[in-house]
Structures are given as C-alpha cells and as structure tokens.
C-alpha cells in the first residue's frame, strides 16, 4: 500500500495502534522539521517544542487529501507553520540557547551534534551520486517494518561484495540480476525498496560510523 493511501486508512481510527506505530516510525521526520524550523536540536524528551510538532503531525493525518498532494510534503507543511506559530506565540528567537534542563538528559553533546551533522552532509553528497536525496529516502522508504528490515540486511550483505559494490559506483544503479542470484531473493523485493538498499549500502561502504550506531530501520 502506498503511503498516502495508508494515511487515509488511518484516518478511520486515529487512536489504533497502527496510527501510534506510525507516527513513532515518523518520530526522525518530525524532529528534523520541527529542529530545522527552531534552528537547534530538538529533543522528543521534555521539550515543548516536539510536542508541538507531534500534534501537528497527527493534524496533518487528520486534514489530509489526496487531492492536497503527496502526504509527506502536505505533512512537511503543516509542521513548519505550526511550529512558526508556536514561535510567534512564544515569542521565541530562533537560535536562541536552550539550557540542560529545558533540553533533557539524553541531549547529545554539542561536539556529537557537530560531528553527525557532518557525517549526514557528507551521506546527502553521497546519495547525490544515485540521484537521491535524503527526503527521497524518507518519503520512498517501506512502509513495513518487515520489508525494511530486510532492506538492512540485503544492504549490508551487498556491501560486502566487492564486485557488486564496484558495480552500483560505475553504474549508479543496483546490479540486480547479480544480487537476485547471489542472496536467491527474488526482483520483487529488490524492486520496492531500491532507494533504501543503496542508501544502506552507502552507509557502509562509506563508513559512515554514528549511522551504523543508529536504527536505520526508524532514521530514514
């Protein structure tokens, strides 16, 4: 099921486990947005501000319609107004300082927030290479959790294999055929989940250390 159709699903029950295990899937989407829009790292722990982009996430679940357009740029909408409107409320600098306490313990370290901030460039740059971006990433990933852990695990067994390495680089594509006889997987499932097989892929083969620390299944 496509994403927007999933949405509109949704909204038949908005209070059923599926809504709260989607929205908790989409956690990183919000908190990029919504620390985008402030101008500094956002917490989902004791900060009013992720409160506030998690309730305008489920408005977007709400209002939405296909005829608005796809689902991730209506919701992308509807967090970066209400999270100007909780600035204009609040009357909140943008690049203000958020002391410890307001941030939450699990706050990384200003040189861990410098560090990932680089390594999520320099993952971006790469991704430019296949002609993808990292909204790309998070706008195509699988929506179930099934198909995107498998997605992790045929990513890292390709980027094992030389060969196949050598061949995404020069060609900018999957070797497809070659994978789908190498780990006996089918095309189908190579198919739905392309975007997301390179990105991991990329991950490891660039070495990229504090996203193999991460949860790729719940990042992108």
Not at 150 to 175: A, F, H, M
Request: include cysteine.
């Amino acid at each position: 099921m496509e994403l927007d159709e999933y949405v509109i699903e949704l909204q038949k029950d908005i209070h059923s486990n599926a809504c709260a295990q989607f929205i908790e899937e989409y956690k990183p989407f919000i908190l990029s947005n919504v620390s985008s829009k402030l101008g500094r790292y956002v917490s989902d722990q004791n900060d009013e501000a992720f409160s506030v982009g998690l309730s305008a996430f489920l408005e977007a679940i709400e209002k939405y319609d296909v005829q608005k357009g796809h689902f991730y740029g209506f919701a992308k909408m509807v967090l970066q107004r209400r999270v100007a409107n909780y600035l204009e409320r609040h009357d909140t600098h943008i690049h203000e300082d958020i002391d410890d306490h307001e941030m939450g313990d699990n706050t990384p370290s200003l040189e861990e927030q410098i560090i990932l901030k680089q390594e999520i460039e320099a993952f971006e740059k790469k991704l430019q290479l296949f002609g993808l971006t990292f909204d790309d990433l998070v706008e195509n990933k699988p929506m179930h959790l099934d198909t995107r852990e498998r997605s992790v695990e045929i990513g890292k067994k390709t980027s094992q294999e030389q060969d196949l390495v050598d061949w995404l680089y020069e060609k900018r594509r999957l070797p497809i055929t070659k994978m789908c006889r190498r780990f006996n997987i089918t095309r189908k499932i190579i198919g739905r989940s392309k975007e997301f097989i390179i990105s991991v892929i990329v991950v490891w083969v660039e070495k990229f250390d504090l996203f193999k620390t991460v949860d790729l299944k719940k990042l992108l």
